[in-house]
Each structure stands twice: as C-alpha cells, then as structure tokens.
C-alpha cells in the first residue's frame, strides 16, 4: 500500500507537538500571506476508551495549495496503544526525514501521542516526494503543484469535510 494512502487510511496521526516545537516549525512554515481554510476528518479506534482528533490547517494562495499542517491527537488511557500509535507514527513518517520542507514531529505524554507534520507543497520536491508516496491513489498534481480543489477532493474520499 502506498504510504500517501496509509496516511489516510491510518487513524491515528497528527497534533500539535511542544510549544517550542510547535514554535519552531511555525517559524520554518510562516502562512503569513496565504488564505487559510480548517478541515477536520472523523475518525475511530476500535479501542474501548481511546479518541482520536484529526485536523488539517490548508493554507493557499489562489488555486493552489501552499502550506498543509495536519495534527492528531490520539487520546487513550491504555499505554499498548499508544506505543502502537507512536511506534507506526515513527515507521511511517521516517521515510519522509531526508525530504526538505516535510517535517514531522511525534510527542507523547501519560494519556496521549501527538504529532504534526508540515508539507510546503510550493517548496517541496514534487518529484522526490511521489517517489515516496507513489503517483497511484494519490492527490493530482499538476505541473509541479497542487490544486485546492483537488486536495479537497482526495480528502473528502476518506472523510475529511472542510469549512468552506
């Protein structure tokens, strides 16, 4: 399966890290200057007790995507699922760690695994990084760049709904 769709498919991926993390990776990816839509996608563990909170920051200019921030947050009182989320986290996203402007970052505390990743789609290696996540099943790029309305579109197939 091709890590793009894992993304989605994968319940458990993407929050906000330590305020100095959070800081940092604010800084490197400034959306100053770009329109901004929220999405959010509902998703489920089938671990009694265990939430999971899936958010998007979309940040764009004109028709095309620019900055995308995803965080998630699973929130569990048992301690094995969430060394499973942190370790699949850690697994997924390590393919991702050479790769300029996509960034990463996996937090844990008593009750819950955070992460948050960056993708600067108007810097990134287009190329480079559909040889990671491969073209099939994955957003339509066009010259290089990503479309707004495409990304909504992939995104609303595995439950994504956005604010406007």
């Known amino acids: 399966m091709k890590i ?16 100095s993390n959070t800081n940092e990776l604010e800084k490197k990816y400034d959306t100053k200057g770009y329109q901004h839509i929220s999405c959010k996608r509902d ?11 899936i958010h998007y920051d979309i940040y764009y200019k004109g028709e095309y995507l620019k900055i995308l921030k995803s965080e998630e947050k699973i929130t569990s009182s048992n301690q094995e699922v969430l060394d499973n989320y942190e370790k699949a986290y850690k697994s997924v996203y390590s393919a991702y ?9 996996v937090t844990r505390d008593s009750n819950s695994v955070k992460s948050v990743t960056y993708i600067h789609y108007g810097k990134i290696d ?8 491969g073209k099939e099943d994955n957003v339509e790029v066009t010259d290089g760049k990503i479309k707004l309305k495409d990304w909504k579109s992939f995104a609303k197939k595995y439950g994504t709904v956005c604010d406007s």
């Open 126 to 133: 287009m190329d480079q990084l559909l040889d990671i996540e």
């Open 97 to 105: 760690d050479n790769l300029k402007y996509y960034d990463n970052k």
């Open 43 to 53: 998703a489920e563990d089938s671990n009694e007790g265990t939430e999971v909170d």
């Open 4 to 19: 793009s769709r894992a993304l989605f498919l994968f319940v458990g991926i993407l929050l906000v890290v330590g305020c």
